[in-house]
C-alpha cells in the first residue's frame, strides 16, 4: 500500500484540530462536527429556535471559502450543477436528520471514538452498512445524473453565503441569534475552517468516499485519511487529557438509533457523493449541485429541531425514530428508481 | 477495439465504476473522457494498479481524454 501524503496531512490536521478546537471552549466529544454546526447556524438564522444551539460557526465559513481560495489560485474555480438538484437537498434533509438521530457527522463520530467515546462505534457500524447498500444501488445503475458546466456566476452563490454568514458572524445584528453555546475562539475556529478545507481541496478527503473507495475497488487512498484522523485524534486527545473510555457526553446509548441514524447517513451519503464536510468543500469551489445539498442539510437542521427529531443522551424521541424510518424507505425509493441509460 | 466512456459530469464513483466494469468485460484499450479532477486522478490511480497504463489529453474544451492501454 503506497503511503498517500496528500490525505495522509488532511487527515492529521483534522485530527488535531478536533482536539485542539475542543481544548479551546469548542463542544466536549466534539470538537468540530459539520452536522451540529450546520445545524448551530440554522438556529443563528432562526430556523429553529433552541438558542443553547444557535451559534454561527466559524468552522462552517472556513469549510466553504478555504477550497474558493485554493481552487483559485490552482484555477480549478468551475461552476457545474444540474444533476438531480431537488433530489440532493430532499436526501441532504434526510442525512442531516439521521446524522442528528446519532448525535454527529461522520468526522465527530472518528472524534468520538478518537475520545474513547465507544458507543460512536455503533455509529460507525451503521454507517459502513448504509455504505454498503448505497454502492449496492451505485451498481445496479443508481445515477443523479449529470451535472453541467453552469454561468460562473451560479458557482459563486455558496462562497457569497458564507461572506454573508462572516459579515453577521462579526457584526452580531440583533435579529441573528447568538445563544449560550460552547464555542473556540472566532479567528482560530475560522483559520482551522479554512485551513482543513484548503487541504481537501488538494487532496480530496472525504470519510465516505473512504469508507466507499476502500469497499467498491480496494483503493486506500482516502480511506489513509480517516486513518489518520483517528490516529492524531486519539494522540492529541492523550496529550489534552481528554481521551475518557466509555465516557460519552452528548451523545446517548441507544445502539439501534446509533446504528439506524448513521445507516441512513450513509446511504444517503453514497448517493450524494461525498460526506458533509466534503459537500461544504466541493460548494466553494462552484460545484452547486454540493451547494444545493448544503443548504438542504441546513434545512434538515431545522427541521429536526422544530419537529422534534432529534436525540438527546437521555432518550431518541418517537419522531426521530419515525422519521429514520421514513428516510430509509425514501431514499430506497430514490434509490430504486433514480436511473439514467447509463 | 478501443472501448469508450463518457464521464463527463459525472460525480463519484461512477466514472470509476464505469472503468472497471469496462475492464471485468475484457476491455484492453478504453478512453474516457472526464472534466472531474477527483473522477480523473481516481481512474489514474484504479487502472495503474491493475496493471494498464495512462495517457491523459486535455482537449480544446478543458475535457480531458484518459486513455487506458494494457501494459
Same mark, same amino acid.
Request: aromatic share 8%; hydrophobic share 50%.
Given at each position: 500500500?503506497?503511503?498517500?501524503?496528500?490525505?495522509?496531512?488532511?487527515?492529521?490536521?483534522?485530527?488535531?484540530?478536533?482536539?485542539?478546537?475542543?481544548?479551546?471552549?469548542? !463542544?466536549?466529544?466534539?470538537?468540530?462536527? %459539520?452536522?451540529?454546526?450546520?445545524?448551530?447556524?440554522?438556529?443563528?438564522?432562526?430556523?429553529?429556535?433552541? #438558542?443553547?444551539?444557535?451559534?454561527?460557526?466559524?468552522?462552517? $465559513?472556513?469549510?466553504?471559502?478555504?477550497?474558493?481560495?485554493? &481552487?483559485? @489560485?490552482?484555477?480549478?474555480?468551475? &461552476?457545474?450543477?444540474?444533476?438531480?438538484? =431537488?433530489?440532493?437537498?430532499?436526501?441532504?434533509?434526510?442525512?442531516?436528520?439521521?446524522?442528528?438521530?446519532?448525535?454527529?457527522?461522520?468526522? *465527530?463520530?472518528?472524534?468520538? =471514538?478518537?475520545?474513547?467515546?465507544?458507543? &460512536?462505534?455503533?455509529?460507525?457500524?451503521?454507517?459502513?452498512?448504509? $455504505?454498503?447498500?448505497?454502492?449496492?444501488?451505485?451498481?445496479?445503475?443508481?445515477?443523479?445524473?449529470?451535472?453541467?458546466?453552469? !454561468?460562473?456566476?451560479?458557482?459563486?452563490?455558496?462562497?457569497?453565503?458564507?461572506?454573508?454568514?462572516?459579515?453577521?458572524?462579526?457584526?452580531?445584528?440583533?435579529?441573528? @441569534?447568538?445563544? !449560550?453555546?460552547?464555542?473556540? !475562539?472566532?479567528?482560530?475556529?475560522?483559520?482551522?475552517?479554512?485551513?482543513?478545507?484548503?487541504?481537501?481541496? +488538494?487532496? +480530496?478527503?472525504?470519510?465516505?468516499?473512504?469508507? *466507499? #473507495?476502500?469497499?467498491?475497488?480496494?483503493?486506500?487512498?482516502?480511506?489513509?485519511?480517516?486513518? %489518520?484522523?483517528?490516529?492524531?485524534?486519539? =494522540?492529541?486527545?492523550?496529550?489534552?487529557?481528554?481521551?475518557?473510555?466509555?465516557?460519552?457526553? $452528548? %451523545?446517548?446509548?441507544?445502539?439501534?438509533?446509533?446504528?439506524?441514524?448513521?445507516?441512513?447517513?450513509?446511504?444517503?451519503?453514497?448517493?450524494?457523493?461525498?460526506?458533509?464536510?466534503?459537500?461544504?468543500?466541493?460548494?466553494?469551489?462552484?460545484?452547486? #449541485? &454540493?451547494? =444545493?445539498?448544503?443548504?438542504?442539510?441546513?434545512?434538515? %437542521?431545522?427541521?429536526?429541531?422544530?419537529?422534534?427529531?432529534?436525540?438527546?443522551?437521555?432518550?431518541?424521541?418517537?419522531?426521530?425514530?419515525?422519521?429514520?424510518?421514513?428516510?430509509?424507505?425514501?431514499? $430506497?425509493?430514490?434509490?430504486?428508481?433514480?436511473?439514467?441509460?447509463? | 477495439?478501443?472501448?469508450?466512456?463518457?464521464?463527463?459530469?459525472?460525480?463519484?464513483?461512477?466514472?470509476?465504476?464505469?472503468?472497471?466494469?469496462?475492464?471485468?468485460?475484457?476491455?484492453?484499450?478504453?478512453? /474516457?473522457?472526464?472534466?472531474?479532477?477527483?473522477?480523473?486522478?481516481?481512474?489514474?490511480?484504479?487502472?495503474?494498479?491493475?496493471?494498464?497504463?495512462?495517457?491523459?489529453?486535455?482537449?480544446?474544451?478543458? /475535457?480531458?481524454? /484518459?486513455?487506458?492501454?494494457?501494459?
Amino acid at each position: 500500500m503506497k503511503p498517500n501524503w496528500r490525505v495522509i496531512i488532511t487527515g492529521a490536521v483534522f485530527g488535531a484540530f478536533l482536539a485542539l478546537l475542543m481544548k479551546l471552549g469548542n !463542544p466536549p466529544n466534539m470538537g468540530v462536527c %459539520a452536522i451540529c454546526f450546520l445545524r448551530d447556524t440554522a438556529g443563528a438564522l432562526k430556523l429553529h429556535t433552541i #438558542d443553547k444551539l444557535s451559534y454561527i460557526r466559524p468552522e462552517i $465559513i472556513g469549510f466553504i471559502l478555504g477550497s474558493t481560495v485554493i &481552487a483559485l @489560485i490552482t484555477k480549478e474555480f468551475k &461552476a457545474t450543477g444540474g444533476s438531480s438538484s =431537488i433530489l440532493r437537498f430532499i436526501i441532504g434533509a434526510f442525512v442531516t436528520i439521521g446524522a442528528l438521530v446519532f448525535l454527529g457527522c461522520p468526522i *465527530r463520530m472518528l472524534g468520538r =471514538i478518537a475520545g474513547g467515546d465507544w458507543t &460512536a462505534l455503533e455509529g460507525l457500524l451503521g454507517l459502513v452498512v448504509g $455504505i454498503f447498500v448505497g454502492i449496492q444501488f451505485l451498481k445496479v445503475g443508481f445515477n443523479l445524473g449529470r451535472a453541467q458546466s453552469l !454561468p460562473n456566476a451560479t458557482g459563486w452563490v455558496m462562497p457569497f453565503v458564507a461572506i454573508g454568514l462572516l459579515i453577521l458572524l462579526l457584526t452580531k445584528p440583533g435579529f441573528i @441569534i447568538f445563544g !449560550p453555546i460552547k464555542y473556540a !475562539p472566532l479567528i482560530i475556529s475560522l483559520i482551522a475552517g479554512l485551513i482543513v478545507s484548503g487541504l481537501a481541496q +488538494r487532496s +480530496r478527503f472525504c470519510t465516505i468516499g473512504g469508507i *466507499r #473507495d476502500l469497499i467498491l475497488i480496494g483503493d486506500t487512498y482516502l480511506f489513509q485519511g480517516l486513518v %489518520a484522523l483517528l490516529v492524531v485524534a486519539c =494522540i492529541f486527545n492523550l496529550i489534552l487529557g481528554q481521551f475518557h473510555p466509555g465516557s460519552s457526553p $452528548i %451523545a446517548h446509548p441507544y445502539f439501534l438509533w446509533n446504528f439506524g441514524g448513521m445507516f441512513l447517513a450513509g446511504l444517503g451519503l453514497v448517493m450524494l457523493g461525498g460526506c458533509p464536510f466534503r459537500q461544504m468543500v466541493m460548494s466553494g469551489y462552484g460545484n452547486t #449541485d &454540493a451547494g =444545493i445539498t448544503v443548504l438542504g442539510m441546513l434545512f434538515g %437542521a431545522g427541521l429536526a429541531h422544530n419537529f422534534n427529531l432529534v436525540a438527546s443522551p437521555q432518550s431518541v424521541p418517537d419522531n426521530g425514530k419515525m422519521a429514520i424510518l421514513l428516510g430509509i424507505i425514501v431514499l $430506497i425509493l430514490v434509490g430504486v428508481f433514480s436511473k439514467t441509460k447509463e | 477495439m478501443t472501448k469508450k466512456i463518457d464521464a463527463r459530469g459525472l460525480s463519484c464513483p461512477l466514472p470509476v465504476m464505469f472503468v472497471k466494469k469496462t475492464i471485468d468485460m475484457g476491455a484492453t484499450a478504453i478512453t /474516457v473522457l472526464a472534466d472531474e479532477t477527483a473522477a480523473i486522478a481516481n481512474i489514474q490511480r484504479f487502472a495503474e494498479q491493475n496493471g494498464y497504463q495512462i495517457e491523459i489529453e486535455t482537449r480544446t474544451d478543458g /475535457v480531458k481524454a /484518459v486513455k487506458i492501454t494494457k501494459k
